[in-house]
C-alpha cells in the first residue's frame, strides 16, 4: 500500500495490524467503528477503522487525524466521532 494511502486511510480487505489495540468500538449504519491506540510520546493522536462487510469479505478503512490528547477518553470520542462523521459524508465511497 502507498505511504499516501496509509497516511489518508485507502481501503482495504485486510483487518487491524497484530499487536493495535482497540480502545473503544461502537457499530453505526451497519459500520463498526473502533478507535485504536496511537501514541505519539505521552499524548494519543486521533486514529480509527472503520469495518464493513461485503459480500462476505470484511472492508477496512483507516483513518489518521493530526489532533493529539493526553486523555483516552477523550481519544475514544473524539476517534468514534469523526468515524460517524467519514460514514455520514462518504457512506460506501471510502472503500473505493
Given at each position: 500500500?502507498s505511504f499516501?494511502?496509509?497516511?489518508?486511510?485507502?481501503?482495504?480487505?485486510?483487518?487491524?495490524?497484530?499487536?493495535?489495540?482497540?480502545?473503544?468500538?461502537?457499530?453505526?449504519?451497519?459500520?463498526?467503528?473502533?478507535?485504536?491506540?496511537?501514541?505519539?510520546?505521552?499524548?494519543?493522536?486521533?486514529?480509527?477503522?472503520?469495518?464493513?462487510?461485503?459480500?462476505?469479505?470484511?472492508?477496512?478503512?483507516?483513518?489518521?487525524?493530526?489532533?493529539?490528547?493526553?486523555?483516552?477518553?477523550?481519544?475514544?470520542?473524539?476517534?468514534?466521532?469523526?468515524?460517524?462523521?467519514?460514514?455520514?459524508?462518504?457512506?460506501?465511497?471510502?472503500?473505493?
Amino acid at each position: 500500500m502507498s505511504f499516501f494511502k496509509k497516511l489518508f486511510g485507502g481501503g482495504s480487505a485486510s483487518a487491524e495490524p497484530a499487536g493495535e489495540k482497540t480502545l473503544g468500538e461502537e457499530t453505526y449504519k451497519g459500520y463498526l467503528i473502533k478507535a485504536i491506540e496511537m501514541k505519539v510520546g505521552s499524548e494519543y493522536q486521533l486514529a480509527g477503522l472503520i469495518e464493513k462487510g461485503f459480500d462476505g469479505e470484511l472492508k477496512t478503512y483507516r483513518y489518521i487525524r493530526a489532533d493529539r490528547m493526553s486523555s483516552v477518553d477523550d481519544l475514544v470520542s473524539l476517534a468514534l466521532g469523526k468515524g460517524r462523521q467519514i460514514i455520514d459524508e462518504q457512506g460506501d465511497g471510502i472503500f473505493r
